[in-house]
């Protein structure tokens, strides 16, 4: 594990400043078209169960309706937002994450503190490893699948975790990023809220 973490570390600092450039003009951009701050911050939680802040570009408006409430993801999704989010590239700042020792490039994807009292104890296996960038759910339907399908792929990672596999991932990933699949679930820009049952309501995220 500490190999894994140097070279995500090594890899990581590459990335940044070879896309430093283009990453200051999406920010740029998303700053103009969007407005506001061109980062939405989130808290999530990492290995085990330590809360990070996680980074990406801002998607959406911070549009609300007469009570200050946020508008439907729909209403609030923007063109830029659509594209970045197709082409993963709003996941860019999560350099910084991994960078920082919060995230790896590979493993379970980081999700909402809320669901921490939700989880199986089987389901909280996903917090024994770093979170990722991308992970074995993500190239195995990403969020096309169900939350379930998607915990067990996570916890299949966990337990058989190698270099080998990590490569497999990597190159699914970029494969699944060219081809643009299973970007959101059919009939929502955004993944589905886990909420611990069959019931399930949109999120952010």
């Not at 998303?30 to 570009?57: C, E, L, N, W």
Request: proline residues 3%; positive net charge.
């Amino acid at each position: 594990m500490r190999i894994k973490r140097i070279i995500d570390f090594i890899v990581a600092l590459m990335a940044l400043c070879i896309l430093m450039v283009p990453m200051f003009i999406i920010y740029v951009v998303v700053r103009i078209s969007i407005g506001g701050s061109a980062f939405f911050r989130q808290q999530r939680v990492g290995k085990d169960d330590r809360i990070f802040t996680i980074y990406k570009f801002k998607t959406m408006r911070e549009a609300r309706d007469a009570h200050k409430n946020l508008l439907p993801d729909e209403a609030r999704m923007t063109r830029l937002g659509e594209i970045l989010r197709k082409t993963s590239m709003d996941e860019l700042p999560q350099l910084i994450n991994i960078i920082k020792g919060d995230m790896s490039f590979i493993g379970p994807r980081p999700l909402l503190v809320c669901y921490l009292d939700r989880y199986t104890n089987r389901q909280k296996l996903r917090h024994n490893v770093l979170p990722g960038l991308s992970g074995y759910a993500q190239v195995n339907g990403r969020n096309a699948i169900s939350w379930e399908a998607k915990f067990e792929l996570d916890i299949l990672y966990v337990t058989h975790i190698s270099c080998k596999l990590d490569l497999k991932i990597f190159l699914l990933t970029i494969q699944k990023v060219i081809f643009r699949e299973n970007v959101s679930k059919a009939d929502h820009v955004t993944m589905t809220e886990f909420i611990g049952s069959n019931e399930q309501s949109k999120v952010d995220g």
